[in-house]
């Protein structure tokens, strides 16, 4: 069955950087596109970042670009996110979430991982 | 940026009835409009997808319809297991940025 394991969250100082990590399973991951979203805690969602099958296209949120770099290793079947200059409004739980490959629909997704951005 | 506009924000229903959830767009997403579900503690998880597919595995009382601005999720007859919190999902043409709905949260009564 598909699975999305997401790791690397934790508590880190305004300003410092976390990368974030998706292993995946269970499906192709070369094949499709991926996407993280996050959700700040008791609150929506929020689209945060996509990549392409390929690794030749990445789009992002206003809110986090030019800080956030999206990428993935299909050899590896892994998603990461690099998270430079953290705010405290980045704080969410951050989820990954495989592509249907509309670019539009997330049909399978990770339990998420906390980032919490704190002094 | 399209917003959508989900209501009502909260839904007091008994298991058993008929639950309806609206979501409006600022402007047209033909239908390329999605709706998940959330439970506490859990991820998200996909319901229906092109405004109108269930997605694989999801039980046919739970339907969608709508395109254009206006979209609907119907749960036909409500069970324990479907109080949850209900998100709308649409993508911008291009560049591709999607971007969900506020939430309705249906609750027991």
């Known amino acids: ?119 | 940026e399209i917003v959508l506009t989900q209501s009502p924000a909260t839904l007091s229903l008994s298991p058993g009835e008929r639950a309806t959830l609206s979501c409006r767009a600022s402007q047209s997403v033909n239908s390329n409009l999605a709706w998940y579900q959330q439970k506490p503690g859990q991820a998200p998880r996909l319901l229906i997808y092109d405004a109108s597919s269930r997605a694989t595995g999801i039980p046919a009382r739970f339907s969608g319809s709508g395109s254009g601005t206006d979209f609907t999720l119907t749960i036909s007859s409500l069970e324990p297991e479907d109080f949850a919190v209900y998100y709308c999902q649409q993508r911008s043409n291009w560049p591709p940025a999607l971007t969900f709905g506020g939430g309705t949260k249906v609750e027991i009564k």
């Open chain 1, 1 to 119: 069955q598909v699975q999305l394991v997401e790791s690397g969250g934790g508590v880190v100082q305004p300003g410092r950087s976390l990368r974030l990590s998706c292993a995946t399973s269970g499906f192709t991951f070369s094949a499709y596109p991926m996407h993280w979203v996050r959700q700040a805690p008791g609150k929506g969602l929020e689209w945060v970042a996509l990549i392409s099958y390929d690794r030749s296209d990445t789009y992002y949120a206003d809110s986090v670009k030019g800080r956030f770099t999206i990428s993935r290793d299909n050899s590896n079947n892994t998603l990461y996110l690099q998270m430079n200059t953290l705010r405290p409004e980045d704080t969410a739980v951050y989820f990954c979430a495989r592509d249907l490959s509309d670019l539009t629909t997330l049909v399978n997704w990770g339990q998420g991982t906390l980032v919490t951005v704190s002094s």
